[in-house]
């Protein structure tokens, strides 16, 4: 149980080109999730958290109008980063919490496999 | 302010040695407490995690790790270490009144020798 997937696991893209990443959690309802960045032999940046049906939360210093995201569904938060450049090129990933997991209130956040993506 | 701190940056073990990995947090209310280790490339694996109650908690692959309150640290510990454990290992902390954020700790990158 429990199972976060994210599409795509890798994307390369021009220059000014839009990437959209997705965030799935297979076999439970994510009333939560965050997206993270992490550089190379780094920790994750927390960058938004994602609330299904109401705008994303996004950290100090992270752009909204570049990071869109999107929580249509108990099951999906999407990802876009709008006119990547270069310096966008990093692994994102994504995590999702169950907050009523069996009716207990869960504190643990279950991440997916990462999307890495290069800007060229 | 909310922090973590894993002091070693990297961590070099014989296999079948036993482990020992560093975690210290500095936070204002009751901590959650959450120990993931990520292979290359791959997204955070869940090892244990500590919500209340006894101390010393068991995870998976033979992982453990213990709160100490007075020390704010929850150590990650494994007796014998197995060549497939070499991977990087996150300490992280959550609490419910802070919008259910996770702080990371830098991570501590294992490498185990034959």
């Known amino acids: 149980g429990a199972v976060v997937s994210q599409h795509p696991s890798w994307v390369i893209c021009k220059s000014g080109t839009s990437v959209k990443i997705e965030c799935r959690s297979l076999?439970?309802?994510?009333?939560?999730m965050f997206w993270y960045r992490q550089f190379p032999k780094q920790s994750l940046m927390l960058m938004a958290t994602s609330n299904e049906g109401s705008k994303a939360t996004y950290e100090q210093g992270v752009e909204k109008d570049k990071f869109l995201i999107n929580h249509a569904s108990l099951t999906l938060s999407t990802l876009t980063v709008t006119s990547a450049h270069p310096e966008d090129s990093s692994f994102y990933i994504c995590?999702?919490?169950?907050?009523?997991?069996?009716?207990?209130?869960?504190?643990?956040?279950?991440f997916g496999p990462g999307t890495r993506l290069l800007v060229l | 302010a909310q922090s973590v701190t894993q002091p070693d940056i990297h961590i070099t073990v014989s296999e079948g040695a036993s482990l020992e990995l560093r975690c210290n947090y500095s936070y204002g209310a009751t901590p959650y407490l959450f120990w993931y280790v990520q292979s290359p490339g791959q997204g955070l694996q869940l090892l244990l995690k500590?919500?209340?109650?006894?101390?010393l908690v068991q995870g998976i692959k033979g992982f453990e790790a213990e709160f100490k309150r007075s020390q704010s640290s929850f150590n990650l510990r494994k007796p014998s270490v197995h060549w497939s454990d070499a991977a990087e290992y996150f300490c992280a902390v959550g609490a419910v009144n802070t919008g259910n954020q996770f702080y990371f700790g830098t991570g501590t990158s294992l490498t185990v020798i034959p």
């Open positions: 500590y919500f209340s109650g006894d101390t």
């Open positions: 076999d439970f309802q994510a009333t939560t």
């Open positions: 995590s999702a919490r169950d907050l009523l997991a069996g009716n207990t209130y869960q504190e643990t956040q279950y």
